[in-house]
């Protein structure tokens, strides 16, 4: 493997953890607002539609990870 390929697999790899740092957080977010009496039901709606484009990112990303094996 050249430079090249190691540096773009770091930067998938750091990619990958990046989204999931920032789909924690989101999730994290979500149950405190979960929490109050009366949580804000719009701002409830973005976070969790935030946080399932996170998932599907990191999923395109992990699929970077791994060539298509056809059986």
Request: proline share 3%; no cysteine; net charge negative.
């Amino acid at each position: 493997m050249d430079g090249e390929a190691e540096d773009d697999l770091t930067d998938l790899h750091l990619a990958i953890a990046t989204a999931r740092e920032r789909h924690a957080g989101l999730s994290a977010e979500v149950e405190t607002l979960q929490a109050q009496a009366q949580p804000d039901q719009v701002r409830l709606a973005r976070l969790k539609k935030q946080k399932l484009v996170l998932k599907d990112q990191i999923a395109q990303l992990e699929n970077l990870l791994m060539p298509d094996i056809i059986a």
